[in-house]
Nanobody, 121 residues
Framework: QVRLVESGGGLVQPGGSLRLSCVAS????????MGWYRQAPGKERELVAS???????NYAEFVKGRFTISRDNAKNTVYLQLNILKPEDTAVYYC???????????????WGQGTQVTVSS
């Protein structure tokens, strides 16, 4: 099985910054694309940003110029740098990865448990 664990969430004032991390662990054969989603209360989960193993990135329009996704393939870790945070960025942020475990011949999508980001003065 592949396990994803996020960290780095918290309470921050508008205009502030946070850095989220997500580490994939377990019986990993390979990790492919990784990404971050978020879900605010009463809203559907939405894509924030994604990154391939080669470093190609994709961002939602609402975070372009403010958030930066990066990864360390050797550590099976993906990061999300959140800058110029706004109250509307308040949500639970989830890590997602496309991966294959040692016990499987197929690729699956895995989710972390989520980390809360609250932007408030």
């Amino acid at each position: 099985q592949v396990r994803l664990v996020e960290s780095g969430g918290g309470l921050v004032q508008p205009g502030g910054s946070l850095r989220l991390s997500c580490v994939a662990s377990g019986s990993i054969f390979s990790i492919g694309a990784m990404g971050w989603y978020r879900q605010a209360p009463g809203k559907e989960r939405e894509l924030v940003a994604s990154i391939t193993t080669g470093g190609w990135t994709n961002y939602a329009e609402f975070v372009k110029g403010r958030f930066t996704i990066s990864r360390d393939n050797a550590k099976n870790t993906v990061y999300l740098q959140l800058n110029i945070l706004k109250p509307e960025d308040t949500a639970v942020y989830y890590c997602n990865a496309n991966g294959r475990s040692l016990s499987s011949s197929t690729w699956s999508y895995y989710w972390g448990q989520g980390t809360q980001v609250t932007v408030s003065s």
